[in-house]
């Protein structure tokens, strides 16, 4: 992917850059990468969103280049490319940007195939240790050296860019203690352990992005780009303002814009929660993932596909996401402090019995690093954004914007809720409550409904069509149907002009 050229900043004012960055599986990443690049010189507005994997910031590139910031990034173990331009994905039709991309497989991504290594190593060990005891001491040695030389190297980067009170810290110190003192099976289930945690909290962090890619999902890959008398599909980041697009019945919309022929009905629902299809002909305004369901459109395109309606519903969602609760903020702030001090205890506890009171040193040592490793703060850490993360994503794959953690956390204590309108209230399934004829009754009246209304796909047809069948009332043949997209459908029958059609047409 090749980045959005950018114009040149004057000295010391700085640019823009986005970025995304991959393999972060707890919030902690986010602070080991942010303590990083604001010790670069001309770096500034650093954040990252843990959860979207965005990263913003402003770079004075007369400072520290571009590709050092990339560096930075990779050396500490995380993946990075730029976030600054569209690609259409290869999946189901999808249009997305660099922040909302298909995930990989667990086992496509670099800790997948990190763990596996060490799970085979471990089971290898173990199986010649029952084969072979004579080598028991040595046989799950490998796979502790491995674990230490993946997760030492990162720890020691870590601390070199601001961070030496990391996990990895933790986690390196426990693994080399227990191979000076013999233990290399702890060694290797630690490493082992510790590789499946990150493992799994990659996988958790992935679900909770899901609410994102579905909400890209609803924007089609190509558009029907009109080109004179004729139409040719097109990537739909390739349309421009002004041109016009295609939209045929059962489509869905690829572009927000207006009307400029034709008239329909377009199910709004995924984009913005209307129940049922909304009536467009001429200068009616059309948003991006809509479906139309009747007539076909020419529509004139009034944003590009990084600005349409569906786009910026992503980025709210992303900052909504981003928003730190206020018990998030409080155990980041409590975990700054827990882990240094959980470093010290461990050391007390490896020094203090022995030199005090004659301790045995084996004994101490393999309990001060037992409690190294059982008082990592990471899952504490991780709780609370988690679960808001997949709060926020589940709300947005309702079409619910929940605005951030705080709002979140303040729903817990709602008792009374006020909606403005009934459809938010609704599943976007009509049905028909109400038979009111002014002339004959109404089984006359649902049979002519029901009648003119056969074989049409539209929410208000299927709720009629149902009525009647639970009513046992019989379909009369009927012929010559017609469809006038937002007003009414019309057919013969019985020998007449049957027409079913909204209040304003039948005035």
């Known amino acids: 992917m090749q980045d ?5 900043a004057a000295p010391g004012t700085g640019q823009a850059l986005r970025y995304k960055v991959a393999g972060m599986d707890c919030p902690s990443c986010v ?117 230490l030389a993946v997760f030492g190297r990162r720890a020691v980067r870590l601390a070199r860019s601001g961070s030496p009170f990391s996990i990895e810290m933790l986690m390196s110190v426990a693994t080399l203690g227990a191979l000076l003192i013999g233990e290399a099976e702890e060694a290797a289930v630690v490493v082992l352990l510790f590789a499946i945690g990150e493992l799994l909290e990659g996988v958790a962090a ?3 992005r899901s609410g994102i890619q579905a909400l890209s999902a609803l924007v089609p890959r190509t558009a029907l780009l009109i080109e004179g008398e004729s139409a040719r599909a097109v990537p739909v980041e390739r349309l421009e303002v002004g041109q016009l697009v295609l939209v045929r019945p059962g489509d869905r919309v690829s572009a927000d814009g207006v009307v400029e022929e034709g008239e329909s009905d377009i199910d709004e629902s995924p984009v913005t929660g209307e129940s049922v299809p909304v009536a467009k002909s001429v200068g009616s305004p059309v948003f991006a993932g809509g479906i139309n369901a009747t007539g076909v459109l020419r529509v004139r395109v009034t944003r590009k596909a990084s600005d349409n309606t569906i786009a910026r519903i992503v980025q709210l969602v992303e900052e909504a996401q981003a928003a730190k609760s206020p018990t998030a903020r409080w155990i980041e702030r409590f975990s700054a402090r827990y882990t240094p001090a959980v470093i010290a205890v461990s050391v007390l506890t490896v020094l203090v019995p022995p030199l005090a009171f004659g301790g045995d040193w084996h004994s101490w040592i393999y309990r001060g690093l037992a409690l190294l ?19 926020i994503a589940a709300g947005a794959r309702r079409g619910l ?20 309108k009934t459809g938010t ?18 089984r006359t009246l649902l049979g002519l409904a029901a009648t003119v209304e056969s074989g049409s796909a539209h929410p208000l047809a299927r709720a009629i069509l149902e009525r009647a069948a639970a009513d ?36």
């Not at 959005?4 to 040149?8: D, F, G, K, N, V």
């Not at 929940?402 to 909606?419: C, H, M, N, S």
């Not at 012929?479 to 059609?501: H, S, T």
């Open 206 to 208: 992935g679900t909770a």
């Open 401 to 420: 914007l929940i605005k951030g953690g705080a709002a979140l956390e303040a729903i817990g204590k709602v008792r009374t809720i006020a909606f403005d």
């Open 425 to 442: 209230l609704t599943l976007g399934q009509p049905r028909v409550t109400d038979i009111v004829p002014l002339d004959g009754n109404e």
């Open 373 to 391: 490793l059982i008082g990592c703060p990471c899952a504490l850490v991780l709780s609370t954004p988690a679960a808001i993360a997949s709060g």
């Open 31 to 147: 602070g080991k990468i942010e303590t990083a690049l604001r010790r670069l010189p001309g770096a500034s507005g650093v954040g990252l969103n843990h959860h979207s994997q965005i990263l913003r910031m402003t770079l004075d590139e007369a400072a520290t280049p571009r590709a050092t910031v990339e560096a930075t990034i990779r050396g500490l173990g995380f993946g990075v490319e730029p976030a600054d331009t569209l690609r259409v994905s290869e999946g189901d039709g999808v249009v997305t940007d660099a922040a909302s991309g298909t995930e990989p497989r667990w086992w496509q991504t670099g800790r997948g195939r990190v763990t596996l290594l060490i799970a085979l190593l471990v089971g290898g060990g173990s199986l010649l240790s029952l084969l072979a005891p004579a080598v028991s001491e040595v046989a799950l040695m490998p796979a502790a050296l491995f674990g």
């Open 472 to 507: 046992g009332v019989p379909l009369r043949p009927a012929r010559d149907r017609k469809a006038v997209p937002g007003r009414a459908v019309q057919a013969v029958g019985g020998g007449r002009l049957i027409e079913g059609g909204s209040p304003p047409h039948a005035g």
């Open 4 to 8: 959005r050229t950018l114009e040149a």
